[in-house]
């Protein structure tokens, strides 16, 4: 058997600093399979984006192990494509120089690098905007902008989080079809995170609940529904009885506080 693309076990992340602890994570136990699309779910707060960071090497967690295609990966940067909550682009390069960038520092020749990066420009709705400055786009551009460096980093698990957060729903929806199509012609291990209940149930295989933090594994839910999957699908009997499953899982608080985001975002 092939080991799991990603395995984290007893994870714990302890924030220190000025003398106060948060305890971030706490025990974490996670296994996603090679090809598999898990998505997280878990109130703000709970340790996500931490965990993404250990597993993106650049956070070395308190205690536990975490490996990436059975490597450690602790302490390690570069074994997957890891897209920050904050895209962290670099105002001081134009788009189409951001998106090349994990390419260029993997020692990909500047040219190439850019040659591969403009051709995914019209695939993320970004044409046209090659030499613009990050300062210069809109907040979704500047997401698909990440995203798109994301996909160009050669590595065979993606870490996500919260890629979509900054559009509306109707890009969001757009974003979603294109996810899949993408992913069907070149699969990859995908770990995304996000607040959105419905955008997790659209997405992925399996979604994960994290409790309040410290964050553990509270439920674990397999979506088993076809693919392609269609927006419709949301209001389908079988998506309805699986998404109350993970408010369930959420809790009363949590899932409130998910429900009360939903609402804000309409
Ligand atoms: N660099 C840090 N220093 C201190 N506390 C932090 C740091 N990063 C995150 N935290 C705290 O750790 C907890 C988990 O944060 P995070 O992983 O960002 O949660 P989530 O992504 O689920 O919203 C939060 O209480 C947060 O305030
Ligand atoms: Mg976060």
């Not at 971030?24 to 993404?52: H, M, N, Q, W």
């Not at 990440?146 to 590595?155: Q, V």
């Not at 979604?207 to 674990?220: A, D, K, Y």
Request: charged share 25%.
């Amino acid at each position: 058997m092939t080991a799991p693309a990603i395995e984290v076990a007893g994870l714990r992340h302890t924030f220190r600093s000025k003398g106060r602890e948060v305890a971030a994570v706490e025990r974490i136990d996670l296994e996603v399979g090679a090809g598999e699309f898990v998505a997280l779910v878990g109130p703000s707060g709970c340790g996500k984006s931490t965990l993404l960071r250990v597993l993106s090497g650049l956070l070395v967690p308190t205690g536990g192990t975490a490996r990436v295609m059975g490597e450690d990966c602790v302490g390690r940067p570069g074994l997957v494509a890891y897209m920050p909550q904050k895209d962290l682009l670099l105002p001081w390069r134009r788009a189409l120089a951001n998106a090349a960038l994990g390419l260029e520092v993997r020692g990909v020749p500047r040219k190439e690098a850019r040659a591969r990066a403009k051709g995914l420009f019209g695939v993320f709705g970004l044409e046209g905007f090659e030499q613009a400055w990050p300062g210069q786009l809109s907040g979704g551009m500047r997401q698909r902008l990440a995203l798109l460096r994301t996909f160009l980093t050669p590595a065979g698990v993606l870490l996500l989080d919260e890629p979509f957060g900054a559009l509306d729903a109707i890009t969001r929806r757009g974003m979603h079809a294109w996810l899949q199509e993408v992913l069907a012609l070149e699969p990859r291990t995908v770990l995304l995170v996000t607040h959105d209940v419905e955008e997790a149930l659209v997405l992925a295989d399996r979604v994960v609940v994290l409790s309040p933090r410290p964050g553990r594994v509270v439920e674990e839910v397999a979506v088993g529904l076809g693919r392609p999957r269609h927006p419709g699908v949301v209001t389908t009997g079988d998506f309805t009885a699986l998404k109350a499953r993970v408010l369930a899982a959420l809790g009363d608080g949590a899932g409130a506080e998910v429900r009360a985001q939903e609402a804000l975002e309409g």
